[in-house]
């Protein structure tokens, strides 16, 4: 199965159980894989036989901004549902989901989940 990535889209929002993280928005960052035939798109090379990633993008962000969940998982659950209600085309995505700041005490990178769901 053909796919097109995102990587490294990096959105604030406000998502976490603490008192501040409600408060401040945080760095999100995310990598997302579409699955879905590029066939059509190669043979006519026009951008409607695909996935048009500019309005995905808005949509991702608009959504991660949209409402604050305590969790990263519903977080992510929700992200994935308005991926694959964006396009008939998607079949399925893949998405990582990661915190770059939070409340935790430690020296690391991030945190994050990472989420499969599949057209059903």
Do not use: N, W
């Not at 995102?6 to 159980?17: D, E, T």
């Not at 939070?102 to 989940?113: K, M, N, R, T, Y």
């Amino acid at each position: 199965m053909d796919r097109i990535e995102i990587k490294g889209l990096r959105v604030m929002a406000r998502h976490g159980y603490t008192k501040e993280e409600k408060i401040m928005e945080q760095e999100f960052e995310m990598d997302i894989l579409l699955f879905c035939s590029l066939e059509k798109a190669i043979e006519t090379d026009r951008a409607e036989d695909t996935v048009e990633c500019g309005g995905l993008i808005r949509l991702v962000t608009k959504t991660l901004k949209e409402e604050p969940y305590q969790l990263i998982e519903k977080a992510a659950q929700k992200l994935t549902e308005a991926i694959l209600g964006y396009s008939p085309l998607i079949s399925a995505v893949e998405l990582t989901l990661k915190k770059t700041q939070s409340g935790i005490l430690a020296d690391f990178d991030s945190v994050g989940v990472h989420l499969r769901r599949e057209r059903g």
